[in-house]
C-alpha cells in the first residue's frame, strides 16, 4: 500500500527529530523477525533509555541527508530500522547485539551507525556493541583502584597474624 506525501513528509520529520536528539544511533537490518519479538525489542531498549523505529531506506536517506553527517552511509540490505539513545551513546549497539544473541530463527544485525557525528560500518558499530555499560565500567574501575589496597589489607594482616603467634 503506498503511503501518502503528507505521511512520508510525517515520517522523514520524526526521522529528523530523533537524529537531531540522538548522540547515537544504530542501522539495524532484520529478517524472518515477528511482530512479537518486535515488541519485545521494543520494550528491552525501551527500559535502557533506547527508542527505536522502522523507517523505509528512502525516507531515511532524506533525513540523513538533512544532517549532513561525515562520510558515507553504509550499505543497507533488506529491511532497515534504526535505534538511538541520547543519554549512553553505546547504549542503541549494545541492545540490539544483546537482544540478536537471544532470537532463535531471526536475524537481527547491526548495519552500521552514526557515532561521534559521522557515520560507521558495521564491523565498527559490532565493536561499540562490545563496550560494556556506564555502571559496569565504574564497577570495573572501583576494582581496578580497590584491588592494590586490598593486596595491602591482606598482606598487613598476615604480618599481623604472625605477630600474634
Do not use: C
Not at 76 to 97: K, N
Amino acid at each position: 500500500m503506498a503511503i501518502s506525501r503528507e505521511k512520508k513528509r510525517a515520517i522523514v520529520a520524526k526521522l529528523s527529530d530523533a537524529l537531531k536528539e540522538a548522540s547515537s544511533v544504530a542501522f539495524v537490518g532484520f529478517t524472518k523477525f515477528t511482530v512479537a519479538d518486535a515488541s519485545r525489542l521494543r520494550k528491552e531498549l525501551s527500559a535502557k533509555g533506547v527508542r527505536y523505529l522502522v523507517a523505509k531506506k528512502t525516507l531515511l536517506r532524506l533525513a540523513l541527508k538533512e544532517r549532513s553527517y561525515e562520510g558515507q552511509v553504509p550499505d543497507l540490505p533488506g529491511e532497515v530500522a534504526i535505534a538511538w539513545a541520547s543519554e549512553d551513546v553505546t547504549a542503541p549497539a549494545r541492545g540490539v547485539h544483546e537482544f540478536g544473541k537471544k532470537l532463535k530463527g531471526a536475524a537481527l544485525a547491526l548495519l552500521g551507525g552514526v557515532f561521534e557525528g559521522g557515520f560507521i560500518d558495521a564491523a565498527k558499530i559490532t565493536a561499540i556493541a562490545a563496550i560494556p555499560s556506564v555502571p559496569v565500567l565504574r564497577g570495573m574501575f572501583v576494582n581496578v583502584i580497590n584491588s592494590p589496597i586490598q593486596g595491602l589489607v591482606v598482606a598487613l594482616d598476615k604480618i599481623r597474624e604472625q605477630k600474634a603467634a
